[in-house]
């Protein structure tokens, strides 16, 4: 299973775009699971080795709406096999799609290294910013962001709910030779759909606006994404990260934002955060990549963003306490 | 029980001041067991009928380093018996110590009225300084307030722990006859000393920085006081408090202050903040006394506190979420 040089089936008639997928958390089991319908040439890459042995032996099952879907072609490999051994049998990869955490990327891209010349494209699906700041590291030709507005639930390793239908958006950061373009224009994906945008920069501010909003404080305050508008005091606090992260991203037409963020609140409502959820299993979160993010924009800018400054030595504080739990048990 | 007619026991040689403590938890408890011990004319008045009962059957348990001191000469009373029923035979109260939690102060003081001409001099031992915005609404001759820097805790209704040995530091309001200094004067209480200081504003403030800096932040973030210092995210988010609380009350000397605020922290590490306490019991808390308070001074002031205001949401937003949960019970 972790021989890459065998991963993809040989051609059969049309070519097929030959995707990685790194990361198989909720939001990358997804991905493969609606990907591995059209296309027969996908690698999931775990962190985990059990994890890829699971998939490998059971199947990646998908479940949408009560029905569950078996789905078929994804080859599993850990990432460490794919990305640490340098293979030289590996073949030339289309479409290398990076699903892990934001604070992940750092360790990929350096792991990454060693096959980047066999990677075509690569497309980046992270919460925050922090992953854009090491862009100018890549010597991939073309590279891409984008953001997934979908719910998605990983119950065990080879099972993932898809508890609420979003889209892909996603964008150019630089387009090289549009591999990604090509690859995904003839995809119908009907409860996946998948959407191109033409600037990287708003895409990405509009997300981290929203993660800046409720991540952080859901965490902070142990509450559902509802919770941040019903309750007045909330509301109040939400109200005034925005503001900070709209001034430090100088972000236009400020009242439409505000709808935005209300709105995926509103949809999320019972939803816990990832950051929540990271919280209650007392893991590192992404906070780095949002509220860190908007510090070092706002120290760059000589901007005074107080409430973010505070909220953010909030969550380090948990990480800490979190860390510190680790060393005693 | 509720005859407070026939609370004071009758002279026996030396006049005996008749102490009424309002409030029965762990402070109005704790100071009742010592101050018993000097005097036989004291009553204790609960808020529950049943809580009196129990003093009444059982007599009021101390407890300090392992060993039980069962005291006697309480005698006790309902708050509603005492206050609401404006008794016509009651003898005159030489000092009222109100040790009821800052949000009950209004209504005590309403309570209160009945009863006022037959009231030589009121104490109040309440966190924060929301109750000092009522005393021009008191017409009792001599005011005067305190702090507890005693542990304490309450473990049933007859029951009090005398968890760490402190003071009870008080001073004037106002001076009136100067009953309570006469009454504190002659007391030999080796592990309760009780200590006047001249000037009532900079020993309300003291005490309201401690609690604006340890209380709000300590619930929040769920944490023992202690954690404050140990974790340097957390310390930089009390200084941050300590900071704009400085500034509101025109604190001179706010290295001292610091040091104080740091001290307190490092000799109560291993407590739960009162504010902790009512938060894991989903209770009303003393924010209004606190960060209100600070709020409204700011406001007065014109001076901007947007930390305070930020973590006073947070504790409000808790409150509402208690209420809501009491309503759904």
Redesign the interface.
Known sequence: MEECGTIFIKKQGARQVKYVIIGSGSIGMLLSSYLAQQTNSLLLATHRNIQANQIEQKGLHLVHTDKITKVQHVRTSSCSALLKNNLTDIETIDVMIIAVKSHQVKQVLEDLKGIEHKVASILFLQNGMGHTEMFHDISIPEVAVGVVEHGAMRTNDWTVYHTGVGRLRWSYVQAGKKVIETAFSPLRLNEFPILQEKNWIPLLHSKLIVNACVNPLTA??M?KNG?LLE????L??MS?VFDEACTVLETSEKDQMWEYVRDVCQKTSSNSSSMLLDFEKKRKTEIDSILGYLLRQAANKKIHA??IA?LH??I???E??FREGEVES
Do not use: R, S, T
């Open positions: 902070l305050l509450v919770q309750n007045k005091y909330y109040n606090m005034q107080p409430i505070y030595d909030a380090k504080g948990k800490v306490e």
